[in-house]
């Protein structure tokens, strides 16, 4: 940015060099990337900070339960063949650690921001989004966030009349109420694996009726929206009917409906979608999940599941029987304290695979697995974990902050 376009007032440059400081002291303190205190330390000096900084950019916003640290990072890719982003690609994304990222981008013409879903509506406030992608809402965090209708209530107030072009799921009835209210909806068909959130409607309270890849409330007429962009097989097709090829290098269905809302957004941007899907190619891992690692000779791959719907996906993508299978939840601040979401996941999915358990509330975990008759084993940590696994891959399942702990452990 030159001097002379500069929108940051004196006030505004000290609180980014403050938030810069702090963040760094942080990280030197072995503490975290910092980002996070480093943003709220700026805000406390300069409370407009986030729509200062946002001011210059074309801003997408990424809200969903799942999925959007990946779309975020598949999204930021296809843009990047358009002009420079600038993007919270490890996934901080409360107003602080969306303060921290912007505050790195002054050369930007892209900000691609993920944010969480309780902050959707006061983040697109601040930022003047040019579109938002809304991909799913599930039960998540149950002592933290609001239960799901309403947390699409607050989407559905605070984006009325939102100049954002809004490129929503087709196939997730709270999503498309919540988007509903907005002038400017592109709706892609993007596949909902989840559906026990849904099955009252959202409008009216009815029972929502499901035939085939269909839905509508037989009470009220709220209806599954017709979609001109989707998700078919391996392909995105788009508004012109042509279908375009997803290859990437990060597995599963749920991925491949990332993408085809990734292209979707990219496509608003001018980008289009042979150029936005060769991009997401070159995206491997998303802070650290898909990755594989070596530890006691044998290959991990460290994959993050957060809530039932996170589980359900992730128990589609791994491999088969016998190959063993490590899970870890923990039940601190970032993962919400209430466990009670390991009843609504299938573990008998699982059925077939050796599971061993490890985490905080490993013995919470093992009561589950006891009544869907699962095989496992109880260990103390990921190290006796993967020492009770004959050579080869091992699935390694884990929520938001056991997650972080293996990543440390293991060296990722």
Same mark, same amino acid.
């Given at each position: 940015?030159?001097?002379?376009?500069?929108?940051?007032?004196?006030?505004?440059?000290?609180?980014?060099?403050?938030?810069?400081?702090?963040?760094?002291?942080?990280r030197?303190?072995g503490? %975290?990337s910092?980002?996070?205190?480093?943003?709220?330390?700026?805000?406390?000096?300069?409370?407009? =900070?986030?729509?200062?900084?946002?001011?210059?950019?074309?801003?997408v916003?990424?809200s969903?339960?799942?999925g959007?640290t990946?779309t975020?990072?598949?999204?930021?890719?296809? =843009?990047g063949?358009a002009?420079?982003?600038?993007s919270?690609?490890?996934?901080?994304?409360?107003?602080?650690?969306?303060?921290?990222?912007?505050?790195?981008?002054?050369?930007?013409?892209?900000?691609?921001i993920?944010?969480?879903?309780?902050y959707?509506?006061?983040?697109?406030?601040?930022?003047?989004?040019?579109?938002?992608?809304?991909?799913?809402?599930?039960?998540?965090?149950?002592?933290r966030?609001?239960?799901?209708?309403m947390?699409?209530?607050?989407?559905?107030? %605070?984006?009325?009349?939102?100049k954002?072009?809004?490129?929503?799921n087709?196939?997730?009835? =709270?999503?498309?109420?919540?988007?509903?209210?907005?002038?400017?909806?592109?709706?892609?068909?993007?596949?909902?694996?989840?559906?026990?959130?849904?099955?009252?409607?959202?409008?009216?309270?009815?029972?929502?009726?499901?035939?085939?890849?269909?839905?509508?409330? %037989?009470?009220?007429?709220?209806?599954?929206?017709?979609?001109?962009?989707?998700?078919?097989?391996?392909?995105?097709?788009?508004?012109?009917?042509?279908?375009?090829p997803?290859?990437?290098? !990060?597995?599963?269905?749920?991925?491949?409906?990332?993408?085809?809302?990734?292209?979707?957004?990219?496509?608003?941007?001018?980008?289009?979608?042979?150029?936005? =899907?060769?991009?997401?190619?070159?995206?491997?891992?998303?802070a650290?999940?898909?990755?594989?690692?070596?530890?006691?000779?044998?290959?991990?791959? !460290?994959?993050?599941?957060?809530?039932?719907?996170?589980?359900?996906?992730?128990?589609?993508?791994i491999?088969?029987?016998?190959?063993?299978?490590?899970?870890?939840?923990?039940a601190?601040?970032?993962?919400?304290?209430?466990?009670?979401?390991?009843?609504?996941?299938?573990?008998?999915?699982?059925?077939?695979?050796?599971?061993?358990?490890?985490?905080?509330r490993?013995?919470?975990?093992?009561?589950?697995?006891?009544?869907a008759?699962?095989?496992?084993?109880v260990?103390?940590?990921?190290?006796?974990?993967?020492?009770?696994?004959?050579?080869?891959?091992?699935?390694?399942?884990?929520?938001?902050?056991?997650?972080?702990?293996l990543?440390?452990?293991? %060296?990722?």
């Amino acid at each position: 940015m030159t001097a002379n376009s500069d929108p940051l007032s004196p006030r505004a440059k000290l609180a980014v060099t403050a938030g810069k400081a702090v963040a760094a002291a942080s990280r030197a303190a072995g503490r %975290g990337s910092g980002s996070v205190i480093g943003g709220k330390v700026a805000l406390k000096l300069d409370p407009d =900070l986030l729509a200062r900084l946002a001011q210059h950019l074309d801003v997408v916003l990424v809200s969903a339960t799942n999925g959007k640290t990946t779309t975020t990072r598949l999204i930021a890719e296809a =843009l990047g063949a358009a002009g420079p982003v600038v993007s919270n690609a490890l996934g901080a994304n409360m107003p602080a650690g969306i303060t921290s990222a912007l505050a790195g981008g002054s050369d930007a013409r892209y900000g691609v921001i993920e944010v969480d879903e309780k902050y959707l509506a006061g983040v697109a406030r601040d930022t003047d989004p040019k579109c938002i992608a809304l991909l799913n809402l599930s039960r998540d965090q149950l002592d933290r966030a609001a239960e799901t209708r309403m947390l699409a209530e607050n989407w559905r107030e %605070g984006l009325a009349g939102s100049k954002a072009v809004i490129v929503a799921n087709a196939d997730d009835p =709270l999503v498309v109420w919540a988007a509903s209210s907005s002038p400017n909806v592109i709706w892609v068909a993007a596949g909902q694996m989840w559906k026990d959130d849904a099955w009252s409607c959202p409008a009216c309270g009815g029972v929502m009726q499901r035939p085939g890849d269909d839905w509508f409330c %037989g009470e009220c007429g709220f209806r599954r929206p017709t979609p001109s962009w989707a998700l078919s097989g391996d392909h995105v097709l788009d508004p012109h009917g042509s279908a375009w090829p997803i290859h990437l290098q !990060l597995p599963g269905r749920a991925n491949k409906a990332n993408a085809a809302s990734s292209a979707a957004v990219a496509a608003v941007f001018g980008v289009p979608p042979q150029v936005a =899907l060769e991009r997401m190619y070159q995206v491997q891992a998303v802070a650290g999940r898909y990755d594989v690692v070596q530890f006691q000779q044998r290959d991990l791959r !460290l994959l993050l599941a957060k809530n039932p719907a996170g589980w359900l996906e992730t128990f589609s993508l791994i491999d088969p029987p016998p190959t063993p299978v490590i899970l870890s939840v923990n039940a601190r601040g970032a993962d919400g304290t209430d466990t009670s979401w390991l009843w609504d996941v299938d573990y008998t999915r699982l059925t077939g695979h050796p599971i061993c358990v490890i985490g905080d509330r490993k013995l919470d975990l093992a009561v589950r697995l006891e009544v869907a008759n699962q095989n496992f084993q109880v260990c103390d940590n990921v190290d006796q974990a993967v020492s009770m696994s004959p050579p080869g891959r091992i699935e390694v399942i884990a929520n938001y902050t056991a997650f972080q702990d293996l990543r440390r452990r293991v %060296g990722n």
